[in-house]
């Protein structure tokens, strides 16, 4: 152990390879074309990779490039990605089944296969961001959606996705809570979950949301092809970490080295990683990072996550803030990008890994 707070991966090595079990998790295949197919979305164009020569000169960097998700679909995160997909993908697999033929995402969209697609009814249980993705997926199918919400999140996050058209039902708990409230009411009723977390026997759903989020890692890699030596991605349950991990794995000729960041009240990959196996965190997962507050791990990711992440680290409550400022308010010269507490986080784990002398040699 380097620090208390920063683990290397004894499973992860650079001449692992991007096998049969990776891809099942992550299959890069077609992601161009989904790339393709979703400009024929009128609030959808591919979001900036910002670069910060001023910072990245104050920290003793030669790059930083941030993915900057707030102009994603004019929705803010990059989580709009995940449901949006995922819901078409239940879709045009049912229009498959019943005619024997691939459906366009256009054509879905524009409502050419009703008679198959309206029955849905989508579900999910989410913190904020996700809910207002599957949302928006229903939304533009014209689909019913219910969302399940935990305590803690926001009026402002329910607001957002009471706005895209669903239904809200507040969860006297966690997000742990949620989800199992979702699992019971939409098994009661028939409805189809659209969640980015895996369980036994369901993990179909969450590797297309994980398909949407590879959009994101496929548009960084067009916009700077000789691409990073480090991956700094956060990790709630483990989605987008293995998105981009996996995307990248596979897609460039050499692995970047990939840090998973935290919230250390929701350590759950930290603790997953010491033990060699899914395990909960050491936590209660209260943390401002409301999209990072999660107490287990995606399972199905493991195999990307799990195998390929060369560190584990976890940042401190009082380390968001500065390092949302310094993506608002940057230093001379660089552009600024507006984030949310859990967008920011790779950077506040940058950020702390290059304040710490261990941490900076070990990396």
Request: charged share 20%; proline share 6%; with cysteine.
């Amino acid at each position: 152990m380097v620090t208390p707070w920063l683990e290397k991966n004894p499973r992860a090595a650079k001449a692992l390879k991007f096998g049969r079990d990776q891809q099942f998790v992550v299959n890069p295949n077609g992601i161009a074309e989904l790339c393709e197919d979703l400009k024929q979305c009128p609030r959808h164009s591919a979001t900036p990779l910002v670069a910060l020569p001023a910072l990245a000169q104050r920290l003793g960097l030669g790059e930083i490039r941030v993915k900057d998700e707030s102009q994603r679909f004019g929705f803010g995160a990059f989580k709009a990605l995940g449901g949006v997909i995922a819901v078409y993908n239940v879709l045009s697999g049912a229009v498959g089944d019943a005619y024997h033929f691939s459906t366009s995402f256009a054509d879905v969209m524009n409502g050419k296969h009703k008679e198959v697609t309206s029955p849905f009814v989508f579900s999910t249980a989410s913190s904020g961001n996700h809910g207002r993705s599957v949302a928006a997926g229903a939304k533009l199918f014209g689909n019913r959606c219910v969302i399940f919400l935990p305590k803690f999140t926001s009026a402002e996050k329910e607001a957002a996705i009471r706005a895209r058209g669903a239904e809200v039902i507040r969860i006297d708990g966690d997000y742990d809570t949620a989800v199992a409230e979702c699992k019971r009411r939409s098994q009661e009723n028939g409805w189809t979950i659209i969640s980015d977390t895996s369980w036994e026997g369901y993990d179909s759903v969450p590797r297309s949301v994980m398909r949407g989020y590879c959009v994101l890692v496929h548009e960084a890699i067009v916009q700077w092809p000789e691409g990073p030596t480090h991956v700094f991605v956060q990790a709630g349950v483990g989605g987008l970490a293995a998105a981009v991990i996996g995307y990248l794995w596979a897609a460039l000729p050499h692995r970047p080295t990939f840090i998973v960041v935290e919230p250390e009240s929701a350590d759950c990959w930290f603790q997953s990683n010491l033990s060699g196996k899914p395990t909960l965190a050491s936590g209660n997962a209260d943390t401002v990072m409301g999209g990072l507050a999660c107490r287990e791990i995606s399972p199905v990711t493991w195999p990307v996550v799990g195998e390929a992440t060369d560190w584990f680290m976890t940042i401190e409550e009082d380390q968001v803030m500065p390092a949302r400022r310094l993506l608002a308010h940057p230093l001379d010269g660089d552009p600024a990008i507006a984030s949310g507490p859990s967008g920011c986080a790779g950077l506040a784990g940058l950020a702390r890994a290059c304040t710490e002398e261990a941490a900076f040699k070990a990396l």
